[in-house]
């Protein structure tokens, strides 16, 4: 694996043909006076401020890679909601994707219609999210009135009021006569 890595591309490793070269001669495990007689470095001094070069690039490397990690756990996510059935990587909701995909869908504001509805699950799952927020926690609605809440946001307002049901935002009665937020 050594090798392998060790042949990669400058722009991949960030190393120079010297540094490459005592990596290499490094690994063998030679003395600093055996290196310096196989490479073009002409001292001890020499290889040792290669060492501690190369001791500072690892320091680096890590502390970058920390940075990078903290960077990744600072994105804010979206709650999930209680009643969701499936919770997978279509609930990591980042605030900033929620905006941008209720400004796609919602282009006339939250409070108008919706031209489509979407196929991907993600973005499916942000729309009935904030659809919910049309209905009252702790109300119970007839069919009609879960119609009339649903019909001026989309023309197909029976398939919302199902991937409502079928995404854990809404429950309703076994007699399908009364919904309610879950």
């Given amino acids: 694996m050594f090798e392998a890595l060790l042949q990669l591309d400058k722009k991949y490793t960030g190393l120079s043909d010297i540094q490459t070269e005592l990596l290499k001669l490094f690994a063998t495990g ?22 501690f070069k190369l001791k500072e690039k690892e320091k680096q ?12 756990t600072t994105k804010v996510y979206e709650p999930i909601h209680k009643g969701a059935t499936q919770v997978d990587e279509r609930y990591a909701i980042t605030v900033d994707e929620k905006e ?20 991907k699950e993600k973005r499916k799952i942000i729309l009935l999210q904030h659809i ?3 209905f009252e926690v702790g109300r119970k609605y007839n069919e009609k009135e879960v119609n ?35």
């Avoid at 073009?40 to 020499?46: E, H, L």
């Avoid at 019909?151 to 399908?176: A, N, Q, T, W």
């Fill in 148 to 182: 009339e809440i649903l019909k001026p946001i989309y023309s197909d307002y029976v398939s919302i009021r199902r991937y409502l049901i079928e995404y854990g935002f809404l429950d309703r009665s076994d007699d399908c006569t009364t919904y309610w937020v879950k």
């Fill in 132 to 134: 919910t927020t049309k």
């Fill in 100 to 119: 941008k995909v209720l400004a796609t869908y919602f282009k006339n504001g939250l409070e108008g219609p919706i031209e489509s509805f979407p196929s």
């Fill in 30 to 51: 030679a003395p600093d006076k055996d290196i310096i007689n196989s490479t073009s470095a002409n001292s001890i001094s020499t290889i040792r401020q290669h060492r």
């Fill in 61 to 72: 490397a890590k502390v970058f890679l920390a940075i990078m990690q903290a960077l990744e």
